[in-house]
């Protein structure tokens, strides 16, 4: 039997839950005996092809920072974003699969190996950074069978272990992203109502406006800058993550500052920690009421609100939240755990789905009564020329077919017509994105369609979108005189043979790396 | 500047007008020796009948399912056939005589089934008549021989107009004109008429090249970048079409605008200020929409052309835009384009949200969500510019909602 696992990539830290022989999710420990563990990388210049994750790099981070890797979920799906280390180029996509494998290899140590998996993502991660999640799980071995929103994967999890019932929303604070989804949850049936994501809010950002304040007081008393190197700036990172951690318990915390003009005590209160990070929860706020709107809600229609995510532990986040919808949100378990735990019961519903002979009956029988029903993640559409109303003039213009948070599996069809007499070919291009400027929606696939000559104008061209439960999605174009038709699929997983080789060859490499 | 090019054009226009006038007016003279020259407003008094006479009305026509104002075109007296059992085919041509028939100007036609053959798009009305059934036929009484749609003629001016049709009954046999007559009609023409048109188009883009000085100089400093985009903008748009011209006067015309230029540049370098109120209100009357956007279009360049814009070009980019009668939601969306916050000196939460005092706190709040919500589906976006952009109004967003809702 192969073991069924969910993993948590996050920004901060990551974990690895298994499913265990009555189909409930467990954490597995690191080798450490750790049941999160940090996702910081270290390249390790005295013990060269050995590659450290996990806590040894993230203290590591404050004697070499420049070997060192932090929050590379960030940059996940980032063309730009490159680390050279030794001569060699890495990329967001390598250096998670340093973390995934990782976790991979410590869990394989006392569960046996390691194969398929489940890797959850925040909800507003477009296909660019789902794909490069994914690549990121093959590279490091794994047989990634779905990817899996974070704040559905904990809704999981907290649907099938705790009593929830009715419009639930999910706050999702993480290390480094946040995400909203509102879920309707009627005992095992869950369905999801909408998601929506801010890609730059999370505990990190909470972390730098204390390390401002720490650089502030520094300078207030001696004119001189606290941090003078990328090693002191790690060290006081990990200290302002420590501070904010102590504000969540107690209303001060205190900390000796050793800059290069002399060392000094600074006291930081929650007061002052809550109007440093006023505009940030306006930010979350925000996406909350933002979420409401979508989902057609007022703060009264939600029933329970859950935390999940380690910046929840915030007091003024709690406190904004009991204010907005009157009652205390639910923090009955493990905030930092639940996505991955939620990853795996994904993990298992997904193998029961497609490949129920391998899941073994005891697992079957845990996860039988689950139903979930997930939403389109962006929305999808197609560049056209209508005649803008106002102006009489022909603009160009994005045109959404598919619309985001619509219930999968889903099908929509739009009409649209040729414009000039005699054309015999169409510019197709697919989007994802929101917007109706076609600049600011991004562009995932262009092909030219062929269509037979000597035809008037304003033939009509049939566009289909199709999107299943596996985020595959089908776009057909038919040319309704001629019944010609082109078929565009897209897949996460099989998007073409180069892709596929490009992971090979990913692999290999990264089969002989060290990695500790 | 404006002035010396109109003058140009009106010269042109005023010289064709002129050959086209005479080219009817020699046709006509060749074809038809017995004219008749009536006035549509002394139609009460008896037609001479052994001559033809027309007049016209303007009614109200049933066509579609629709009312349609028309010119109803009559006739009375004698056609002389050129032999018996003669078919013959009404002509009308219509011109604008306001200024006197040496300087008629013709009625075009919106519809190509009604336009000149070998002069399109000048309007020409043609319709059978019918056998004629005597050697000279007598129509004792008003006789309907057209009804001219007004959505099909296009006039050169708006306003009070006096119309000269033009009527000849032509031989089908050889197309010879066996009978004329004219009239003269009074009529208020509400819409720009072609010649205006052109003259708008014109006067609409002088009038943008000084709302993009205005523009240019709102922070009291003129910057050669700002004053080179005008002037291009300018050469370009304001440059003589005319072929023949490209040769003799078009370097004249070069210079002189040129000069006029550096003449507008001098003034507001002066600290004159220009009544940007004035300005977008006469645009407002003689141009579409479409132009009055391309006109925000260039004030928008103008104010980007150096790298970063003042608090105060803003201001006053706001003004044109209002004053222009745009959209404002669409001239937002031009300012994210053309001016992205990164370059603006001040960041403005007010003037790049679209929040305004008067905004109570739930409208405040309804119009940051609706800010965040687009803004946060672009900070994915692939171009790191727009990643930026959005990155950096995302946190103008988040201090705007704390500072004014709470």
Avoid at chain 1, 133 to 141: H, L, Q
Avoid at chain 1, 254 to 260: A, I, T, V
Avoid at chain 1, 331 to 349: I, P
Avoid at chain 1, 484 to 498: A, K, M, N, Y
């Amino acid at each position: 039997m192969s073991n069924i696992v969910g993993i948590d990539l996050g920004t901060t830290f990551s974990e690895l839950a298994i499913l265990n022989a009555i189909g409930k999710p467990e954490i597995i420990p690191n080798a450490d005996g750790e049941r999160l563990t940090p996702s910081a990388i270290f390249f390790d210049e005295d013990s060269p092809g050995v590659i450290r994750v996990g806590i040894e790099a993230l203290n590591a981070r404050h004697l070499n920072a420049e070997r060192s890797v932090r929050w590379i979920k960030r940059h996940m799906g980032d063309a730009n974003y490159r680390k050279e280390i030794d001569g060699k180029i890495w990329t967001p996509v390598e250096l998670s699969a340093l973390i995934l494998k990782k976790l991979k290899q410590e869990c394989s140590v006392e569960h046996g190996e390691i194969h398929e998996a489940v890797i959850s993502v925040p909800a507003h991660f477009d296909e660019v950074r789902r794909k490069a999640t994914m690549d990121a799980g093959a590279s490091a071995g794994l047989n990634v069978i779905g990817i899996v929103n974070e704040p559905v994967a904990a809704a999981l999890y907290y649907a099938t272990t705790r009593e929830v019932f009715g419009k639930v929303l999910v706050y999702d604070l993480g290390g480094g992203t946040f995400d909203v989804t509102i879920l309707d949850v009627r005992g095992p049936q869950i369905e999801i109502i909408c998601s929506q994501g801010d890609h730059a809010l999370g505990g990190m950002d909470f972390d730098q406006k204390i390390l401002q304040m720490l650089e502030e007081s520094y300078r207030e008393k001696f004119g001189a800058a606290l941090i003078t190197s990328d090693e002191d700036r790690a060290k006081y990172e990990d200290e302002a993550e420590d501070i904010k951690k102590t504000l969540s318990r107690r209303p001060v915390a205190k900390k000796m500052l050793y800059g290069p003009a002399g060392s000094m005590k600074v006291e930081i209160t929650r007061e002052m920690f809550e109007e440093s990070i006023d505009s940030l929860i306006a930010r979350a706020d925000i996406l909350v009421e933002v979420a409401l709107e979508e989902a057609g809600l007022e703060p009264a229609g939600i029933n329970k609100v859950l935390l999940v995510g380690g910046s929840t532990r915030i007091p003024l986040v709690q406190q904004r939240l009991e204010k907005m919808f009157g009652f205390a949100p639910d923090k009955t378990v493990n905030v930092d755990e639940c996505v991955a735990l939620g990853a795996a019961l994904h993990a298992g519903l997904t193998t029961l789905r497609d490949k129920p002979e391998a899941v073994p009956a005891g697992i079957a029988s845990g996860l039988r009564d689950i139903i979930l029903r997930d939403v389109c993640n962006h929305s999808y559409g197609t560049i056209c020329a209508p005649l803008d109303k106002e102006t009489g003039r022909r603009v160009i213009q994005n045109r959404i077919i598919l619309k985001k948070n619509t219930p999968l599996p889903c099908e929509t069809s739009q009409m649209f017509y040729t414009m000039s007499q005699g054309q015999t070919a169409l510019e197709i291009t697919i989007t994802q994105g929101e917007d109706a400027d076609p600049e600011y929606v991004n562009k995932i696939a262009t092909h030219k369609f062929e269509l037979p000559p000597g035809r008037p104008a304003e033939c009509p061209i049939k566009v289909t979108y199709r999107y299943d439960v596996n985020q595959r999605m089908h776009c057909q174009f038919q040319d309704l005189q001629s019944g010609r038709t082109l078929e565009v699929d897209f897949c996460l997983d099989h998007d073409g043979q180069s892709r596929q080789v490009g992971i090979q060859e990913k692999t290999s490499q990264l089969e002989h790396v060290t990695v500790q | 500047m404006s002035q010396f090019n109109s003058n140009i054009r009106s010269s042109l226009l005023r010289t064709a007008y002129c050959i086209l006038g005479l080219l009817h007016a020699q046709r006509a003279t060749h074809a038809c020796p017995e004219r008749s020259r009536g006035d549509a407003s002394r139609t009460t008094t008896l037609p001479d009948l052994s001559i033809l006479n027309c007049r016209v009305q303007l009614t109200k026509q049933k066509a579609d399912n629709s009312i349609s104002d028309t010119f109803t075109i009559e006739l009375s007296g004698s056609i002389r056939a050129a032999s018996e059992s003669d078919y013959a085919t009404v002509q009308i041509l219509i011109t604008d005589a306001t200024e006197g028939t040496d300087r008629a100007k013709p009625v075009h036609s919106q519809s190509k089934q009604w336009q000149m053959q070998d002069a399109p798009p000048v309007f020409c009305y043609r319709a059978d008549l019918g056998r004629l059934p005597n050697r000279v036929t007598t129509l004792s009484d008003w006789t309907t021989v057209a009804h001219l749609n007004l959505d099909w003629l296009l006039f050169p001016h708006k306003g009070k107009r006096t119309l000269q049709f033009s009527t000849s009954v032509l031989s089908s046999q050889n197309g010879q004109e066996i009978a004329y007559a004219e009239c003269l009609f009074a009529y208020e023409n509400p819409a720009f008429g072609y010649v205006d048109l052109q003259e708008n188009i014109h006067r609409a883009k002088s009038l943008a090249v000084a709302l993009a000085f205005a523009v240019s100089a709102a922070d009291n400093k003129m910057y050669h970048s700002e004053v080179q985009l005008i002037k291009n903008w300018a050469k370009k748009e304001l440059r003589i079409e005319n072929s023949e011209l490209r040769n003799s006067t078009f370097y004249i015309l070069h210079s002189k605008l040129e000069e006029a230029l550096d003449h507008a540049v001098g003034f507001f370098q002066k600290g004159n200020q220009l009544d940007i109120y004035k300005v977008c209100k006469e645009i407002v009357e003689i141009a579409p929409l479409s132009e009055r956007y391309d006109i925000l279009d260039l004030c928008l360049q103008v104010a980007r052309a150096k790298g970063t814009v003042a608090a105060e070009e803003l201001v006053v980019l706001k003004y044109i835009a209002t004053w222009l009668e745009v959209d404002m939601d669409r001239f937002r969306a031009m300012m994210e384009k053309r001016l992205p916050v990164n370059i603006h000196q001040v960041k403005d939460a007010k003037v790049v949200l679209g929040l305004s005092s008067d905004m109570g706190k739930e409208r405040t709040r309804r119009q940051l969500n609706k800010q965040y919500r687009q803004w946060n589906s672009r900070v994915t976006n692939a171009d790191p510019e727009i990643q930026a952009q959005a990155d950096q109004m995302l946190r103008l967003i988040a201090e705007a909602r704390s500072q004014y809702v709470g």
